[in-house]
């Protein structure tokens, strides 16, 4: 399994609008083939940044969506939206207790 975060930090005027598209396309990505979870985390002392965590069955499938329709088309209109360049992180679990 793939661990995909990624970690946004928006303009102020920004937000609403990405809450709105991740609200809009949220069940298609979790629902994008090889994706088994989603969530939209919110910074607890910025409330301009925001993450996301996403699990893959593997590093192909968000391969796949990242060179899909929807990606293109949902990161296409929030990446207008940041106020620095985003972080990211693919990891894979290594010890679990």
């Not at 990405?18 to 969530?39: D, M, S, W």
């Not at 925001?50 to 929030?78: H, I, Q």
Request: hydrophobic share 40%.
């Amino acid at each position: 399994m793939l661990i995909r975060i990624v970690r946004m930090h928006f303009t102020e005027a920004g937000v609403e609008e990405f809450l709105e598209i991740f609200e809009h396309n949220k069940v298609a990505i979790r629902n994008f083939p090889g994706c088994t979870h989603l969530q939209l985390l919110k910074d607890s002392e910025d409330p301009l940044c925001y993450t996301t965590l996403s699990n893959w069955n593997d590093p192909a499938d968000l391969e796949k969506y990242r060179k899909s329709e929807l990606f293109g088309s949902v990161w296409g209109r929030v990446k207008t939206l940041f106020s620095e360049r985003t972080q990211t992180f693919s990891l894979e679990r290594f010890i679990e207790l």
